[in-house]
Structure formats: C-alpha cells, structure tokens
Antibody, heavy 120, light 107 residues
Framework: EVQLVESGGGLVQPGRSMKLSCAASGFTFNNYDMAWVCQAPKKGLEWVATISYDGSSTYYRDSVKGRFTISRDNAKSTLYLQMDSLRSEDTATYYC?????????????WGQGTLVTVSS | DIQMTQSPSSLPASLGDRVTITCRASQDIGNYLRWFQQKPGKSPRLMIYGATNLAAGVPSRFSGSRSGSDYSLTINSLESEDMAIYYCLQHNEYPYTFGAGTKLELK
C-alpha cells in the first residue's frame, strides 16, 4: 500500500526557516517524480514544487523560487522541502504527492498534510 | 503561466441532480487535465485523469469531457457523499496550476 507521511510543520516566525519531510513507503521511491502542493487556510490548492525521480531536475512556482528547496534522499525514501525566509503568506497545509508513474496514477497518492503557520 | 478559470465557485444542488463544473484553460493543455475531490480536513482525491478518464475506484456517475479549451466534470444523480470541493489541475507545463475550486453543497 502506498503511504506518504508528512512531518515537520508547526509555528515559525516570519523570516525564519523550516524543513518539511515526507516519508514514502509501499512503492519504489526512486522511480517516481514527487511534488509538494500547499493549501492556505480556507483557500484552494497550489502546486509548489516538483523534483524528478533522481533529483536532477526541480521546478518551482514563482512565489517560492529562491526561498524554497525541494530535495530527496532516495536511500531513505524521503522527500524534503526546505523553506527559508518564510512569509505570512506561506501559511498553509503542505501535502506531498506522487507525481508520476503509470499515467492514470499521476497525483493519485497524497499524504495527509502538515500545517505550517508563519506568525510572530 | 496557464490560468485555469473554474466555474461556478459555488454550486447548490439537490440529491439526484445532474451537475457540471467547468475549467477553461488560458492556453492549450491538450488532455493534461485532472479533477480532484476534497472533503473537509482530507487530502485531495483523484477523480478524473486525461480529461475524460475515470480514476480507479471512482463511481461511474462521475464523468469528464472536453470541448476545445473547456473541460468539464459532470456528476449524474448526485449523492450526499459527493458534497465536497472540486478542483481541476493542468499538468501540461510548469508551473502546474489548479482551478480555484467549486464548492458543491446541498440546496
């Protein structure tokens, strides 16, 4: 069974950093591109970043470029999101999602999300 | 960036109704369009992939269609468990973009 479990969220002050993790199990992690998607409270979904299966390619939404870094440790089957220079508008639940594989299953698997609150 | 204009934002409906939600893409995205259902406090659930294909385990009352740059999600014979927020997602090119969401609620 595919499982994605996020952790690392919490309360952080503006301008500080936070690192999210997503532990994957039930599939061969290093075969799949992975993504982070966020959702501000009572708002819609926003794609944040994607990393290729081997970590060689990364993609970001403009609002996080230069501040967030997506990475992965395939030996640990874990996806990361390093969030620097946090702003109040980064407050959201962050989901990790399996982005690819067989075409029907793109974005079929999501974690439960971890809440990041940026506030002083 | 590709904009996904989703409508309506809110859709009151009765059990047994047939409802349709639409996303219009600002640029060509081919059939790289997915629909998700999200219930309060839950993660998104994939409903439709490739614009018209039912994801695994999704009831057959759900369907997807495309007309040019307009993509639609239709639910036939609405059931209470279908009350949720629905989002479209284009994954033709980065940055991937979601529609703003449609809240389906009981009239």
């Amino acid at each position: 069974e595919v499982q994605l479990v996020e952790s690392g969220g919490g309360l952080v002050q503006p301008g500080r950093s936070m690192k999210l993790s997503c532990a994957a199990s039930g599939f061969t992690f290093n075969n799949y591109d992975m993504a982070w998607v966020c959702q501000a409270p009572k708002k819609g979904l926003e794609w944040v970043a994607t990393i290729s299966y081997d970590g060689s390619s990364t993609y970001y939404r403009d609002s996080v470029k230069g501040r967030f870094t997506i990475s992965r440790d395939n030996a640990k089957s874990t996806l990361y999101l390093q969030m620097d220079s946090l702003r109040s508008e980064d407050t959201a639940t962050y989901y990790c999602a399996r982005q690819d594989g067989s075409y029907p299953n793109w974005f079929a698997y999501w974690g439960q999300g971890t809440l990041v609150t940026v506030s002083s | 960036d590709i904009q996904m204009t989703q409508s309506p934002s809110s859709l009151p409906a009765s059990l047994g109704d047939r409802v349709t939600i639409t996303c219009r893409a600002s640029q060509d995205i081919g059939n790289y369009l997915r629909w998700f259902q999200q219930k309060p406090g839950k993660s998104p659930r994939l409903m439709i992939y490739g614009a018209t294909n039912l994801a695994a385990g999704v009831p057959s009352r759900f369907s997807g269609s495309r007309s040019g740059s307009d993509y639609s999600l239709t639910i036939n014979s609405l059931e209470s468990e279908d009350m949720a927020i629905y989002y479209c997602l284009q994954h033709n090119e980065y940055p991937y973009t979601f529609g703003a969401g449609t809240k389906l609620e009981l009239k």
